[in-house]
């Protein structure tokens, strides 16, 4: 009988794995129409470049879908960030707007932007983020807030508004690995 058992478990397991085999395979992600094709060198990889119309929108296809954050978007591009925003999280952007980049000093923008400086503008985006998922009013109970750029960033309430290392939290959306904080200001780092 102990035999029979197994025997009756073992096919069962089977069973169970093709099944999991086969539905995954029949999923509804797909690869973005973005993602170059396969064997070019510019070829796009990784979790940022799947898209899957079932699940909440994530911290990048907020900002992508935002028509006020297309130079933040380009940012992130150009210092391949991408996949670091679709993690699990969760996740705080502080977002800058175009009119926060269109406030830095003129060519600013454009010279992050150049290949050789994308350490550099990765560094100032990696102060944009914290990690957690804390509304607006529970930001009001910090002082400071430690940034992926290992630096840390001054908290300030004035009124109802919340301020985090300057810049002022004009909005802020829910995401399905944290939330995005709409921003007036680029947060530059210390260093």
């Known amino acids: ?101 269109d406030a830095l000093p003129a060519g600013t923008v454009e010279d992050l932007l150049k290949p050789e400086n994308k350490d550099k503008l990765a560094y100032i985006l990696k102060n944009h983020v914290t990690p957690g998922n804390y509304s607006k009013d529970f930001l009001k109970k910090f002082k400071k807030l430690g940034q992926a750029s290992n630096e840390n960033v001054s908290v300030e309430v004035k009124g109802d508004d919340v301020f985090v290392g300057g810049a002022k939290i004009i909005a802020s959306v829910p995401a399905g690995n944290g939330i995005v904080h709409v921003v007036d200001k680029v947060i530059l780092p210390a260093n």
């Not at 990889?45 to 079932?54: K, L, M, P, T, V």
């Not at 978007?73 to 999280?89: H, K, T």
């Open 1 to 101: 009988m102990k035999t029979f058992i197994k025997l009756l478990f073992f096919s069962a397991a089977i069973l169970v794995l093709a099944a999991c085999k086969n539905e995954s395979t029949e999923g509804n992600a797909t690869v973005s129409d973005s993602a170059a094709t396969p064997g070019s060198t510019s070829e796009k990889q990784g979790q940022a470049f799947i898209e899957n119309d079932e699940s909440k929108p994530n911290v990048l296809q907020i900002a992508i879908g935002s028509p006020d954050h297309s130079t933040l978007v380009a940012a992130v591009q150009a210092a391949e960030l991408e996949n670091a925003l679709v993690n699990a999280g969760p996740l705080m952007v502080f977002a800058p707007t175009n009119a926060a980049f």
